[in-house]
């Protein structure tokens, strides 16, 4: 038996990928699709604004993460947040690749490159742990007042432990001062095809891991700003998600629209075309608000990611040439 050539094999992707889509499209009903879509009308406007809003409340986060005196202009940061957007969400690669790339590009125009970067991972660490306590605390919430089962308490089990296990290694490696990133990419760099294609400089690694046990640990102020910065841009997107669906006429509560924002994270971490809808569609399904508010969902959420960049890179621009 012969495997494709991987050149052959990342281009069978995509193309598998939008197969999944259409089919999707058409199993769940084109025209239940299009009336969710023709029902939101006008208030994709208010969610494209209310992405906007959590992407400037990002910034300003990443703003205080990096050291007095080295901190670039506001719409510099914001354009660095929306050029990753863009990237994640037309590659279909989401934080995966847009994460990487706003800290390289941030670490490209910061004189002291490694600092920047240290900071950049300092805000996402701070969000990516806020996400997870916020996943906690719904599925807590919603295992209290309305019981899971099934597969949506399988799905929260793995949730919840997974999120409490990544919280509790930053706080201990925060708390220790521990180099874990280094450590991560020193046995990564082992690996038979990873190690191959893994090129890091350990001074650098070290000088980015310093920084960001000095921003998160020695400079507790920051630390306490960041967090509540982050606190507020993770209830805007729990909002939009309840604005959202209901914009669509479909009946949510504000706990409902925390449980998805939870749940709906399983898959975010699958971010490719075809499969991140159909986890959606699974999802609201379990939920018992059917798969076409998943899938219509899921659109939304890709075409306000494209809408708010693509505008907002435009208008960044624009006002700089102006300047």
């Known amino acids: 038996m012969t495997t494709p050539p991987p050149d052959r094999l990342r281009r069978l992707m995509p193309l598998a990928g939008f197969v999944l889509l259409a089919a999707l499209f058409v199993q769940l009903g084109p025209g239940r699709i299009i009336d969710l879509l023709v029902a939101l009308g006008g208030n994709l406007a208010v969610v494209a604004v209310l992405f906007a809003v959590h992407e400037c409340v990002r910034a300003l986060a990443l ?42 590009m941030l670490a490209g125009q910061a004189a002291r490159g490694a600092h920047a970067f240290g900071a950049a991972i300092s805000e996402l660490i701070v969000s990516s742990c806020t996400s997870a306590m916020v996943t906690v605390g719904a599925i807590l919430f919603a295992l209290r007042t309305r019981g899971l089962d099934g597969h949506v308490f399988a799905l929260s089990q793995g949730l919840v432990w997974v999120s409490l296990g990544y919280v509790a290694a930053a706080v201990v490696a925060l708390g220790t001062r521990l180099h874990l990133i280094g450590a991560v990419l020193g046995l990564a760099s082992g690996l038979p095809v990873v190690g191959r294609r893994l090129q890091t400089n ?18 507790p102020s920051t630390l306490i700003q960041v967090l509540l910065l982050e606190v507020v841009a993770q209830s805007i997107l729990v909002f939009e998600i309840y604005w959202t669906i209901r914009s669509m006429s479909v009946a949510v509560t504000a706990s409902t629209a925390l449980l998805v924002e939870a749940l709906t994270k399983a898959a975010n971490l699958v971010q490719f075309v075809g499969v991140t809808e159909a986890g959606y569609a699974v999802v609201f399904n379990w939920l ?30 624009r006002i700089d040439r102006r300047m």
């Open 63 to 104: 703003n205080r993460c990096l050291a007095p005196g080295h901190r670039p202009p506001f719409r510099q940061l914001l354009r660095i947040r929306l050029l990753g957007e863009a990237a994640g969400a037309l590659t279909r690669t989401g934080p995966f690749l847009a994460e990487p790339a706003r800290a390289w």
């Open 202 to 219: 350990p001074v650098e690694i070290r000088q980015m891991e310093d920084a960001i046990i000095h921003t998160l640990r020695d400079r």
């Open 288 to 317: 018992g608000m059917t798969a076409a508010v998943g899938f219509t969902l899921s659109l939304v959420k890709l075409l306000r990611s494209l809408t708010v960049s693509g505008l907002g890179i435009g208008l960044l621009t």
